[in-house]
């Protein structure tokens, strides 16, 4: 309460304007300001210690890794290589996704069938995917579908489980609740199924992405003529460390805007079906 001129006035707080979080800014300012302070002492010791404390032909120097970089990304040859290996990464990871979730609907939605072939299909998912690339190269070569089916092999089981257990843990009360009301198949997939396996899915896409880069780039280490996991293995043998983080460079480039693409049509998708409150709760 104040008084002005032998008036009361009462002195009310003034709100907000709506949709403005000025707080929610500077806790995002605050992180991104840190991160960017953490990559920046990182460069610097790395520049310093490199020489006088840890060899120079084992890590190089920021300065030296900028230079392979830039003659990479200015160079017809290193784009040849980026476009060769991107196109492996997204073709590999397509199939392997495709495959996946039509095996785990399959096997799924037959429950004989899954109990029949899951031991099989886990025995197969056991075996490390880098030791099928030589089988994969003789039935394919040195080109590039020998790297993107090991990427596929790697991709396809990881969806298949999430969509093979979201078909196993999806509630059968929600469907019989369904089918009592009349509805049908198309109802009880779109009601119950897509919602359920909505979440399982794109986690699996988003854990795929990074398998698919790994399975392209370990069949390019062992036997390639282009691409990235081949100019990384020629720097390896060349003791050329700085071309090696140049390439680390771009593949961790590459990783970052998979993702991305991932989690925004993640996002969009949960949004569309009304499960984004779920998710944040």
């Excluded at 198309?186 to 909505?198: K, M, N, R, W």
Aim: proline share 5%; no cysteine; aromatic share 8%.
């Amino acid at each position: 309460m104040a008084t002005v001129t032998g008036k009361a006035v009462t002195e009310t707080p003034t709100a907000a304007p709506a949709g403005k979080t000025p707080h929610r800014w500077r806790g995002t300012g605050t992180v991104i300001g840190l991160r960017v302070l953490v990559i920046a002492v990182a460069l610097v010791l790395w520049q310093v210690m490199s020489g006088p404390v840890v060899p120079e032909y084992a890590v190089s120097r920021p300065t030296d890794v900028f230079d392979a970089l830039t003659g990479m990304l200015g160079s017809e040859p290193g784009w040849i290589n980026i476009k060769v290996t991107t196109v492996e990464v997204l073709a590999g990871f397509g199939l392997g996704v495709a495959a996946g979730t039509v095996m785990g609907l399959v096997l799924g939605s037959f429950p004989l069938l899954g109990k029949v072939l899951e031991p099989l299909v886990a025995a197969l998912n056991g075996i490390p995917k880098i030791a099928l690339a030589p089988l994969f190269l003789l039935f394919f070569g040195i080109g590039s579908w020998s790297k993107i089916t090991i990427a596929m092999t790697g991709v396809a089981f990881v969806v298949f489980y999430n969509i093979y257990l979201g078909l196993r843990l999806r509630e059968r009360e929600l469907v019989e609740v369904v089918q009592v009301m009349g509805g049908r198949k198309h109802h009880v997939l779109g009601y119950v199924t897509i919602p359920t396996l909505a979440a399982p899915f794109f986690a699996a896409l988003k854990t795929g992405g990074p398998l698919a880069i790994l399975g392209v780039i370990g069949g390019e280490f062992i036997a390639s003529s282009e691409g990235v996991g081949h100019e990384l293995f020629t720097a390896a043998q060349n003791l050329d460390a700085a071309s090696e983080f140049a390439g680390l460079i771009v593949l961790v480039a590459l990783t970052l805007t998979l993702n991305g693409v991932l989690t925004a049509l993640d996002t969009y998708a949960l949004k569309r079906l009304g499960l984004a409150a779920r998710r944040r709760a």
